[in-house]
């Protein structure tokens, strides 16, 4: 399997490794939930060439993950905001934070806590049954072809 070919690939977390599975994307996007927009302040958080983030901040807005809004004509200059599929990838980010948090932050605890608007309780993320609503584990959970299995492996 190829980097360039993952996008095509018949499983989902390899076509979503296509998108957001490289250091610096993940940065980025870490750095837009934390409310950064612009691409100085990019640059500035991550110490990282202008030509690494213009490239990954392209890959991110061709993909529909953020939108470029413009807030200077002369030079022209853009905000880069998280779209609703951007958006989506927050359980996704949460989680990675909580899994750092919970083996590398040290005695210190986590640089930063996650505190939920609606009830002003600091949490951690937690993975539940879209059905019953139960907390899912690792151990809860197994697998089953879908209903386009058979067409993505390619069978008759």
């Not at 901040?57 to 061709?62: M, S």
């Not at 605890?109 to 309780?121: I, T």
Request: charged share 25%.
């Amino acid at each position: 399997m190829k980097w360039e070919s993952l996008g095509s690939e018949p499983c989902s977390l390899a076509r979503t490794v296509a998108v957001i599975g490289d250091r610096w994307t993940l940065l980025l996007l870490r750095d837009c939930f934390l409310g950064v927009r612009r691409f100085e302040d990019f640059q500035s958080r991550l110490g990282i060439s202008r030509t690494l983030i213009a490239d990954r901040l392209k890959g991110l807005v061709g993909e529909g993950v953020l939108r470029k809004v413009a807030y200077q004509d002369n030079p022209a200059r853009y905000d880069y905001r998280l779209t609703e599929k951007g958006l989506d990838l927050q359980p996704v980010i949460l989680a990675m934070v909580h899994w750092g948090d919970l083996h590398y932050a040290g005695q210190d605890g986590p640089p930063l806590l996650h505190r939920h608007r609606g009830c002003g309780c600091d949490f951690h993320p937690v993975q539940t049954c879209s059905e019953c609503g139960e907390v899912v584990t690792a151990r809860d959970v197994e697998t089953r072809p879908g209903p386009n299995w058979e067409t993505v492996m390619g069978m008759p």
